[in-house]
């Protein structure tokens, strides 16, 4: 799938299933990061993306780029990716 032939709606529903068919890529590995370990995170991260559930709250919507940060939730809702890190003075992003 491509941005082109399934483009982001804001509306609530159900995903077109059609659209299953044409995927652009194959996943033949996962693992499981040990939950809220900052460090098992960012060792997963320096070997290949992670992708993460999080609950989107209503400032997620206007996110454009840069660091995100929010309480955690637990109504999940989202998937997002994370594809690096870097440490800056005492804070790890």
Do not use: D, W
């Amino acid at each position: 799938m491509t941005k082109e032939n399934y483009p982001y709606k804001t509306t609530r529903g159900a995903c077109n299933g059609k659209k299953e068919s044409q995927s652009m890529a194959i996943i033949n590995y996962h693992k499981i990061v040990q939950k809220n370990s900052m460090v098992s995170l960012m060792i997963a991260v320096a070997q290949r993306s992670v992708t993460l559930r999080i609950e989107a709250a209503k400032t997620f919507e206007n996110c454009k780029k840069g660091i995100f940060r929010v309480p955690y939730g637990i109504k999940v809702n989202h998937a997002v990716t994370i594809v690096g890190y870097v440490e800056e003075s005492s804070e790890k992003y």
